[in-house]
């Protein structure tokens, strides 16, 4: 049994608890994530994970900002993949009108009385920078005549 079908068995209260969104504001993203599926595949290939798993796994990712490693192993999947399905998401959502948060400065103007407060957090894994295979044919050494003793 995926994510997905474990929400599904949820009632609203718990489903909004652990998704972090209602159910009828899921469900209009997975309209709009299936018609950018359907784009995305209309010529063939590979289908890959359904679109229900990765909203579900992106909405966990954003909601308890976990790592990837650690969702990786509860649902059995490789990391990378995980990563690719929730830009994925993140990608198709923010390119549409209905999920962006734009003119927040008109909405909310400062020193006027708003029941809503923002509070924005930027939070993102970045992927670790390796040495690329063969480098040290392309390395100057210079690091290492610094240190090199002045003694004879």
Do not use: C
């Amino acid at each position: 049994m995926n994510a997905y079908e474990k929400i599904q068995k949820l009632g609203d209260k718990e489903f909004k608890r652990i998704t972090g969104v209602t159910r009828e504001l899921f469900e209009k993203m997975l309209v709009v994530l299936r018609e950018e599926y359907a784009k995305d595949h209309s010529g063939g290939g590979a289908k890959g994970q359904p679109v229900e798993l990765r909203l579900t796994l992106a909405l966990e990712y954003w909601r308890e900002y976990r790592t990837y490693e650690h969702m990786a192993n509860d649902h059995q999947l490789p990391k990378s993949t995980i990563n690719e399905m929730v830009l994925w998401v993140e990608w198709r959502l923010s390119d549409r009108e209905e999920f962006q948060l734009k003119d927040l400065k008109e909405r909310f103007k400062p020193g006027e009385k708003n029941e809503v407060e923002i509070i924005i957090v930027d939070v993102e894994e970045q992927p670790v920078e390796r040495p690329k295979i063969g480098q040290e044919k392309s390395y100057s050494g210079k690091k290492n005549d610094i240190r090199r003793s002045t003694k004879s």
